[in-house]
């Protein structure tokens, strides 16, 4: 089993940035995937961005590409999306998951899709005012 918590989420105005965290503990391997992903009311939910623990190789969504940075902290088991330059519409619940398929990396694009991650956590608000 593997729990992943959320948090950072809050109120800001467009143009300015968060920085959400992910801390993850359980029966992680060497080598898994976590994603973020959000969803705003009514609508699907997104993937953000994915990194691969133990060997880089991220992925962004186009939306965020250039906004958004994720990173890893190893010493302290936590996945952090750097959220900048914010805008209205990415106002939703945040959440961040877990693929512990090993080669979790190989999945290219995939790597945003939610059907790939089998943890998740309980997600975070992020919102974004005009």
């Known amino acids: 089993q593997v729990q992943l918590v959320e948090s950072g989420g809050g109120s800001v105005q467009a143009g300015g940035s968060l920085r959400l965290s992910c801390a993850v503990s359980g029966d992680t391997t060497s080598s898994y995937c976590i994603g973020w992903f959000r969803q705003a009311p009514g609508k699907e939910r997104e993937g953000v961005a994915s990194?691969?623990?133990?060997?880089?190789?991220?992925y962004y969504a186009d939306s965020v590409n250039g906004r958004f940075l994720i990173s890893q902290d190893n010493t302290e088991n936590t996945v952090y999306l750097q959220m900048n330059s914010l805008k209205p519409e990415d106002t939703a619940m945040y959440y961040c998951?877990?693929?512990?398929?090993?080669?979790?990396?190989?999945?290219?694009?995939?790597?945003?899709?939610?059907?790939?991650?089998?943890?998740w956590g309980q997600g975070t608000q992020v919102i974004v005012s005009a």
């Open positions: 990194i691969h623990i133990g060997g880089g190789n991220n």
């Open positions: 998951a877990a693929d512990l398929y090993d080669r979790c990396w190989s999945r290219g694009p995939s790597r945003l899709l939610a059907v790939a991650y089998g943890y």
